[in-house]
């Protein structure tokens, strides 16, 4: 029986007790008296009912306020400790019941926090004999999330049903290479247990799980497969596609490992170079012919000195097409290899040592070094300057006849500075200058490119300059300085982080491993399962109805019961109208923070595929679905998926408790943070959310359709916009 219903008996009897025996001894005093007596008792009633009237009314007055605080105190208050002891045992342990009250409601409240306190001083014991177990499950988790972070590949891993259970920054990075719209400010296709269909054309998907499978059952051990599918950007992507599976025979398949790259540019330079193939043998092939044929005919006797002018000229002119094929083909071929070469950071000493014994196996020269600086560091293609390098000194040797060369490397706070040194002879920065020009090589061999292309592809310069003192010159290379490399720290047990946002993105989640495509409808399974998009909206004003708009939208996403923060969405919008002020007040966003942002016909769609496959959770849902449900006509889309409401689910759990977003941050310990913004009362509500789970548990409510059902049962359920 619900309280107010106790209540509502409680002055029931209240009334019969007061009223009851004074109602009965008159009826009964009347039944026995005589018809005088009954005379006598009229005039008496007449006369002092009113008053005895008045007397059980003030009576019960005061009966009902005295009932009441009694209630309020020893049942309510009674109620609300019985609501706090369960968030205390399931939701938040650093919870304390209120110590207020009457004497006796304060004592069990004091008793009740000493428990909590004994509790607290055990599990803080058992807490870390726990933590010291799972460091070494921790360390393999950094180091995991260390490497993942750090391939240059895009990696992907799906589940057998196709859910992405791990991805790397990499793969975030490739997203734009599918067209993902660039107004949401983190990935909204690429998350834990979203579809590689939203990435891969589902056919396709299906082609290449088939393969693998087939290929396993013909004893292949570890079969993969490679395909290149374009996306609807145009991009090529090379997918690489191996398979999750012990080595058993007839062992399933748990999922499958994908490596994505970008081919486009790569594709594009292969047909580039194909193309210029075929330009230079088709376009020569006749020119050549034409040379052939005309150099026959000049050996022929009779041919006169007119006609032999005349294929002299032909020879001439097909072979200057020829040339100019072959100088228009060797510096596109020089600019594909510029625009493949990779610049990694590099440090100096380890280049001039490299360049030592690279010289001593192609020069015939004395060679010495000067490392003047151990750490100096820089952006460098390795090979391209060590045939710089190169380069230089075999003109030194050959052009001359230098014979002891002197490696040195120095710097300043913006150059490193590689020079070539050596005793005697001077140059000319005009000489200098002219090898800029020339194509590098040594010993014959030749490259299409030139000092010039290394140069400028490392951004350096070059000049030839004098120490008098000493009596040597040096050629100069100057490079810019990398101020910053990041070194390997020495091995040691990582730290655990002590909150998310000093961990590292949460990229990855095995457990969905044994997600199912034969599961229970999504109604029908638990809340721990399902994958869920929290957002939160802030508007121009308080009427969706009325024409305000949505100028912000924040969401995050929880999957397999983790709040994964590094997932999310925020974006501002412009409404397209003015804001009310008193909304300015609440959230603070300025019409200016609105200029130039997109508009909600570009921001809408891409939260919709955000929120794609999830269920929808906000504080006080109704008044942000309704903003959405009516912008769904006109945009041609449609937020159809299951919405649960942490404020119905509140009232539900706690119907004692006041129910504001900041009151169930404050009794479930929530940290609220940027409040009043879309992305920041999302994160709070997805936490709250989070803690509620396991107290609907406890009322028998674990799946999606019990906590629809539930949250029907309340009062806010009525509400409307």
């Not at 150099?295 to 032999?308: G, I, K, S």
């Not at 490696?407 to 070539?420: E, F, N, P, T």
């Amino acid at each position: 029986m619900q309280a107010r219903w106790r209540f509502a008996l409680a002055v029931a009897v209240l009334a019969a007790l007061m009223t009851g025996p004074f109602v009965l001894t008159g009826v009964m005093v009347w039944a026995d008296a005589s018809g005088e007596a009954r005379a006598t008792l009229r005039l008496l009633a007449g006369q002092w009912l009113p008053l005895g009237l008045l007397t059980t009314a003030t009576g019960f007055a005061l009966g009902i306020a005295l009932l009441a605080r009694l209630f309020r105190h020893y049942v309510q208050g009674l109620l609300r400790m019985a609501e706090g002891l369960d968030v205390l045992r399931r939701a938040n342990p650093g919870f304390r019941v209120p110590e207020e009250g009457p004497r006796e409601v304060v004592a069990l409240a004091q008793a009740i926090n000493r428990i909590a306190d004994e509790r607290d001083r055990l599990l803080a014991g058992l807490d870390e004999r726990v933590l010291e177990a799972r460091r070494a499950v921790e360390e393999e988790r950094n180091r995991l999330a260390a490497l993942m972070a750090q391939l240059a590949e895009a990696v992907i891993v799906c589940n057998a049903e196709g859910r992405i259970i791990l991805y790397n920054e990499a793969a975030r990075r490739l997203e734009r290479a599918f067209g993902a719209p660039a107004t949401a400010a983190a990935s909204g296709w690429i998350g834990l247990g979203r579809s590689i269909h939203a990435l891969l054309d589902p056919d396709l998907v299906a082609h290449v799980f088939d393969s693998i499978d087939a290929l396993r059952g013909q004893g292949e051990v570890h079969p993969s497969m490679q395909v290149v599918t374009a996306t609807p950007a145009g991009a090529l992507i090379r997918v690489r596609v191996s398979p999750i599976a012990g080595e058993a025979a007839g062992e399933e398949i748990s999922g499958y490992v994908l490596m994505l790259e970008d081919v486009t540019d790569q594709i594009e330079r292969e047909a580039s170079r194909n193309e210029l193939l075929f330009e230079l043998t088709e376009g020569n092939r006749a020119a050549i012919a034409n040379i052939r044929l005309a150099a026959e005919m000049l050996h022929l006797p009779d041919v006169d000195e007119a006609m032999r002018a005349r294929f002299h000229a032909v020879i001439v002119r097909e072979v200057e097409a020829v040339s100019e094929r072959l100088e228009a083909a060797s510096r596109a071929f020089a600019d594909a290899l510029r625009a493949r070469w990779p610049l990694e950071p590099m440090r100096g000493a380890d280049l001039v040592r490299a360049a030592e014994a690279y010289l001593r196996r192609r020069l015939d020269v004395a060679l010495k070094l000067e490392i003047l600086d151990e750490e100096l560091w820089f952006d460098a293609d390795h090979f391209s300057l060590l045939q710089a390098l190169a380069f230089l000194a075999g003109r030194l040797v050959e052009d001359y006849g230098v014979r002891t060369l002197r490696l040195r490397l120095s710097g300043d706070d913006r150059l490193v500075y590689l020079d070539l040194m050596w005793s005697g002879g001077s140059l000319s920065n005009e000489i200098v200058t002219g090898w800029e020009l020339e194509p590098l090589g040594l010993g014959g061999t030749r490259s299409p490119l030139t000092l010039r292309d290394v140069l400028e592809r490392h951004g350096a310069a070059m000049w030839f300059d004098r120490e008098k003192a000493r009596h040597r010159a040096f050629v100069r290379l100057a490079l810019p300085r990398k101020r910053s490399v990041r070194r390997l720290p020495p091995p040691a047990t990582p730290a655990v982080p002590t909150t998310q946002e000093e961990g590292r993105p949460e990229f990855y989640d095995f457990d969905l491993f044994a997600w199912s495509a034969e599961a229970t409808a999504l109604e029908d399974r638990p809340l721990t399962e399902l994958s869920y998009t929290v957002f939160d909206t802030e508007t121009t004003g308080l009427d969706p109805a009325g024409g305000d708009e949505i100028i912000q939208i924040g969401a995050t996403r929880i999957v397999n019961g983790r709040l994964l923060k590094h997932e999310s969405f925020e974006q501002l919008i412009d409404p397209r109208r003015p804001l009310d002020p008193a909304s300015i007040a609440v959230h603070h966003i300025t019409p200016e923070m609105l200029e130039g942002q997109p508009t909600i016909a570009e921001v809408l769609p891409a939260f919709h595929r955000f929120a794609q496959d999830t269920v929808l959770v906000a504080h006080n849902a109704a008044f942000d679905m309704r903003f959405l449900q009516l912008k769904e006509e006109k945009l041609g889309i449609r937020f159809d998926q299951p919405v649960l409401d942490t404020l119905l689910l509140a009232a539900f759990i706690l119907p004692n408790q006041e129910h504001s977003l900041e009151a169930l941050a404050r009794y479930f310990g929530v940290r609220v943070f940027g409040r009043h913004t879309a992305l920041g009362d999302a994160l709070v509500t997805a936490e709250i959310f989070l803690k509620m789970i396991p107290l609907l548990a406890e009322k028998g409510v674990v799946t999606l359709r019990q906590a629809r059902e539930a949250s029907q049962q309340t009062y806010y359920a009525r509400l409307r916009y």
